[in-house]
């Protein structure tokens, strides 16, 4: 993996703060395997912060051994990061997972191998943060069932034309919408978009108010060029807000069941 002897301000992590993010630390050691072992599968890209994290390096968790309680990571390239790895107090992991953040912290680091292969290995951390806040986690849709969107753009003389814009991810807050450039004037910034129509899979039709907060063209590696409409939901009520979270929610849960093997 790539690694670097820059000095850096030291970072603030999250799990240095247990009082502010209590909600997101887990304790089970099978959520916390179960997490490691994601990360393994996906080769994630993690970022290994050493002592108060001026100095780090570019890793990858390549195993976890439940039985014995250990993870390997890859060691650096620079053999002066991996000496100073191996006499931190601590290093501190920080990746992301399907834009949820993930952070551990491992002492004692020493040089091992797994499967024939160089690495750096210690215990299995008690506790991991899962920072995941809902209203800012944005969940892509799945492509083979996506959510359906209409908005109403009123023309002149009083006519109202409807579009129906892809819906590129969604949270609690918002969605961002993908539509043609010539959209670009009904949808610039603090455009609001009264009674727009969202299909969730599974959980049903809903109305919203959708403000436009942010809008920036975009181009596919085709060179078809496309909007990106940034939307925050405006006046949402407490049920319409819980459809959606259920949505998410049931959408993480069977990735993670097919990730993990244990889908149909």
Do not use: W
């Not at 080769?43 to 250990?70: N, P, Q, R």
């Amino acid at each position: 993996m790539s690694s670097s002897i820059e000095e850096l301000p030291a970072p603030d992590f999250e799990i240095d703060h247990p009082d502010d993010y209590a909600q997101y630390f887990l304790g089970n050691p099978r959520e916390i395997s179960f997490y490691l072992n994601l990360l393994v599968k996906r080769g994630s890209l993690v970022t290994a912060h050493i002592d108060d994290g001026k100095l780090f390096f570019l890793t990858a968790i390549v195993a976890v051994d439940g039985e014995k309680g250990e993870i390997f990571i890859d060691p650096a390239q620079a053999e002066a990061l991996n000496a100073a790895a191996g006499a931190a107090r601590q290093i501190t992991l920080v990746a992301n997972l399907d834009r949820v953040k993930i952070q551990l912290r491992l002492t004692g680091l020493r040089e091992s191998q797994f499967d024939g292969r160089r690495a750096l290995s210690t215990g299995i951390p008690a506790t991991m943060l899962r920072l995941q806040r809902r209203e800012f986690f944005r969940l892509e849709p799945p492509l083979i069932s996506p959510i359906g969107c209409q908005i109403a753009i009123e023309q002149f003389a009083g006519s109202v034309k409807t579009f129906e814009p892809k819906v590129a991810d969604i949270s609690g807050g918002g969605i961002s919408l993908t539509a043609p450039t010539n959209l670009a004037e009904a949808c610039q910034p603090d455009t609001l978009f009264k009674d727009c129509r969202l299909d969730l899979p599974g959980e049903g039709v809903l109305l919203v108010n959708l403000r436009v907060r942010k809008m920036v063209e975009i181009s596919a590696n085709t060179g078809i060029h496309n909007l990106r409409i940034g939307c925050e939901f405006v006046g949402l009520p407490g049920t319409r807000l819980a459809m959606i979270e259920r949505y998410i929610t049931r959408i993480e849960r069977e990735r993670k069941a097919r990730d993990s093997g244990l889908a149909d």
